[in-house]
């Protein structure tokens, strides 16, 4: 534990963000507020049907139609498809096969949603209007939705030239070294869980604008990304365009998840159109789209078992997911089981570990990364594994971790499945937040419930992710004529707090506020290249090279000063924009040394990290169950977090709050239903339940941190770990309740609606 000065503008430092006056007051510019003269409008006609062979029969007609300029449909882009960027090795070692997924269907649909065509008007209403007039002829065919359907003997066969539903299978750890732990256990546990599909519901719908310049030959496209040079590639790669043929540029961004860091099928179509058409192509999508076309997130169903011997220690771990793709191979959506499997083993020392993982095709919406983006998957797999062994050993649920954490003195440690922790003290956290949470006293507060007429129970969640994976973000700090600082970096802020975070860093170097640095991402012209954002690594991976960049900064201006004030560099500081010599008043101001320089000042640096860091922590949540209505109500959470190093207290526990409500909503109410028929049945808001700020209690909130060795500024990384601590927490929590409450020995699985915590209390009794 680590203490520190913190600096008044420096890594530590509980800043406002400097970014959110602008949005505060309506002055934020978004995608939907970008029009430029004589935009025309698109509307995608998207299917109806989940599975069936299409024809369209009146193309022409609606070409001709009033206020319509262009029809695009799967005929004149034959062979333009989306590719799946996440080929990866099979168990066998063999690589698997990608169904094409073509940016207009032309002869069969595979899910409601499915693209049909492109319909550009000059208004949106004719754009519509145009579409529906469109008319399709259906020849449906059979359809198959939910994992085991899919994988049954008989089930219909999503791409039949495949002669399976499943997409791939992978493995992960000692197969045969498992099955020898498992073979002289003592004891085994094992559960069955669904971990349900969720839908992102960024509160920014998505959205892109389209321009073709004749003249350059070169493409604009405005949109909200999680990353614009990525976005750039993959788009380039679809129309077979050089790179420097595209500049994307965006804007502010409403909420991204990693939904928003895919590319979609509007962005070529608006592209295609707006060079043919030579006017801009602006398409907004509707919350509608938003549910039936935007990658949705998890949903798989895993059997995990646990060997254990006679004092209750782990002697191996086997898991079997399986993972729903959907009708597609989305851009990375093969990755995210593979990445959630290698952190199997959470935080304890499990000598032996294999975990297996078959992608099944379906007739839904393809699934891809959503918040955490495996991770929260693995986590809540294992805390309800090792809360069911703690309570088959009698152990209970603190003893059987802390006999089982992996001990400081075992760190760096290597896991089953490859990955390596670090840092950390796992047994710390849950100490402190079992303090925190009043675990002593619950007993107490049981019985206060039960004496209302309620169940109480409390559940904990000690938890491990991999983040800022391996890699590096270019970071460019210029000083131009006037004194002024910009830098220039390509992550993509959608909400975290970039601007603020970053300028921190320059801020403490120059002796400025963070107010006189201007922040500059979102625009793939003026920033040479960047990794985007996704994985938590912004800050993590960019934070490095804006210090070094500012620290090179420093050098140059205080070489130019030195030589201006007859002063040696080592006796100079910066200042409120001067450089000053110290201990008089010999200055000179930052202006006066960039205009003395002849050139803009600037220094690039890029650092590298070659191992994902780490964090961890503890939460633990408290919950109140009526049994008559079956409704559950989170009554105390408390987070304890090992984030390596803060650089921003008060960014830091917005991005916690914001990940473990999402957590909370996936475990209590967020269900995405399909009929047997594929369609999807949650499409609205008005059907799809999401958890409210008054549904939630205060989020008790603090930091253990221990640096990380892996990363330059020892940060781990935070922007998803609420989302990956807060279901098993709440689960394990209601679990508890429901068994002592009411006798229920059943699992208890999300989401938790009322009606199935009713039911489970009904069936018990």
Known sequence: MNQMVTPKFGVGAALRRKEDEPLLTGRGVYTADYKPDGCLHGYVLRSAMAHARIRLDNVEDVRAMDGVRQVLTGAELAGRTMPCKALLKQIDGSRFRVPEQPVLCADEVRYVGDAIAFVVADDLQTARSAAEALEVDYDALDVVVGIENALAPDAVKVWPDFGTNVAFTYGQGDQARTEEAFSGADKIVSVDLVNNRVVANYMELRGCVAEFDPESGRFKLTLGTQGGHGMRNVICEILDLPEEDLQVITPEVGGGFGTKGFCYREYPLAMIAAKQLGRPVRWAGER??????????????????????????????????????????????????????????????????????????????????????????????????????????????????????????????????????????????????????????????????????????????????????????????????????????????????????????????????????????????????????????????????????????????????????????????????????????QQVTLAEIAASAGETLKASEEVSQSEATYPNGTHIGEVEVDPETGDVKVVNYVIVDDFGVTVNPMLLVGQVHGGTVSAISQALCEHTVYDDDGQLLTASLLDYQMIRAGDLPEIRFETRNIPSTTNAMGIKGAGEAGSIGGCASVMNALQMALREGAGVTDLIDMPATPLRVWEAIQAAR
């Open 288 to 585: 509608m789209d938003h549910f039936v076309t935007d990658a949705h997130g998890r949903d798989n169903l895993s059997h995990a078992e646990l060997a254990l011997d006679s004092d209750g220690r782990i002697l191996g771990l086997r898991v079997d997911v399986k993972a729903a793709m959907g009708a597609y191979l989305h851009q990375f959506g093969p990755f995210i089981p593979y990445v959630g499997t290698s952190m199997t083993s959470g935080l304890y020392d499990i000598p032996a570990v294999f975990a297996k993982v078959e992608g099944v095709y379906m007739n839904t919406v393809p699934t891809d990364a959503f918040r955490g983006a495996g991770r929260p998957e693995a986590a809540y797999l294992i805390e309800r594994l090792i809360e069911k062994a703690g309570e088959e050993t009698g152990l209970g649920p603190v003893e059987i971790r802390r006999r089982n954490f992996i001990r400081p003195e075992q760190l760096p440690y290597t896991t089953g499945t490859g990955r390596m922790y670090d840092t950390g003290d796992f047994a710390g956290h849950l100490d402190r937040a079992l303090e925190v949470a009043g675990w002593a006293d619950f007993k107490a507060r049981q019985q206060a419930s039960a004496a209302n007429g309620k169940y109480r129970g409390i559940g904990i969640c000690s938890y491990v992710e991999a983040c800022a994976f391996p890699g590096s973000e270019e970071a460019t700090l210029e000083l131009d004529a006037s004194g002024g600082l910009t830098l220039l970096i390509g992550t993509q802020t959608n909400g975290q707090g970039h601007a603020t975070a970053y300028s921190q860093v320059v801020a403490e170097q120059f002796g400025v506020t963070i107010e006189d640095i201007e922040f500059i991402q979102g625009d793939t012209d003026r920033v040479r290249k960047g990794g985007g954002t996704g994985g938590s690594r912004s800050i993590p991976i960019g934070l490095p090279s804006v210090r070094d960049a500012s620290i090179a900064l420093v050098k140059k201006v205080k070489e130019l000063a030195a030589d201006k004030l007859e002063a040696g560099i080592e006796d100079l500081e910066l200042d409120s924009g001067v450089v000053r010599v110290v201990g008089t008043d």
